[in-house]
């Protein structure tokens, strides 16, 4: 089946780094998606993979292992601004390619 | 820049009621979804669409229709609405469905059904 597991919360403090993890079991894995979601509001795309790496964008940085099914987004230099829900979402071929959404983590910066 | 409009932002339905959630996007993309999102689950796919006129089934489509009648309309009905259905409803499109390409959400609708 398809199953995608997140820590529910995290605390960290301003100005540090935190890496926020992704497992999944999907039967057809077709790339690797995290958004960010603030309360209340939309959930907003942040970064892809879908090759084995790291990809850096700023502060942010996702990682992806598809023999281990696992992937991290890792935020550095925290601002209290990035206090929000991260959605890990896998891009699955035996659901027509549709996104299966992880529960999401809610990340708690304290200052 | 508007992106993805959905509206109302909130709304209260009596059990047995409907109700049409409407979403528009202005970014010419084919491909538009709906979603419903509860508290401490994933965003959960209702209805997809990969181009006017053609319409497919998510995971949870039961008690919901929808239509694709333009490119940037992608309206979702509420038969009968049911206090399952008490959920925050987001709207979303992309360009493709492959690639790096993501979704673009819409504010999101607040429904209850008391």
């Known amino acids: 089946g398809q199953n995608i597991d997140q820590p529910t919360e995290m605390t960290a403090t301003e100005g540090a780094i935190v890496q926020i993890n992704c497992t999944y079991q999907t039967s057809g894995f077709n790339g690797l998606f995290w958004y960010q979601q603030h309360a209340g509001e939309a959930p907003t795309f942040l970064s892809y993979?879908?090759l084995d790496g790291l990809e850096e964008k700023g502060r942010f940085s996702s990682f992806l292992s598809r023999s281990k099914g696992y992937s991290y987004l890792l935020l550095k230099e925290l601002q209290m601004k990035d206090s929000a829900s991260y959605l890990c979402a896998v891009r699955d071929r035996s659901s027509n390619y549709q996104l299966i959404w992880g529960a999401g983590t809610k990340l708690i910066i304290k200052p | 820049n508007a992106g993805v409009t959905q509206t109302p932002k909130f709304r209260i339905l009596k059990i047995g009621q409907s109700m049409t959630l409407q979403c528009t996007q202005d970014m010419n993309h084919n491909y538009m979804y709906w979603y419903r999102q509860d508290p401490g689950m994933g965003l959960k796919l209702i209805y997809y669409?990969?181009?006017?006129?053609?319409?497919d089934k998510g995971e949870v489509p039961n008690g919901y229709n929808v239509s694709r009648s333009t490119t940037e309309d992608f309206p979702l009905r509420l038969e009968l609405a049911a206090p399952s259905q008490t959920s925050v409803y987001f709207c979303a499109s992309s360009y493709s469905f492959g690639g790096n390409q993501p979704q673009h959400f819409g504010d999101g609708t607040r429904l209850s059904i008391l």
């Open positions: 993979n879908v």
């Open positions: 669409s990969v181009g006017a006129g053609i319409t």
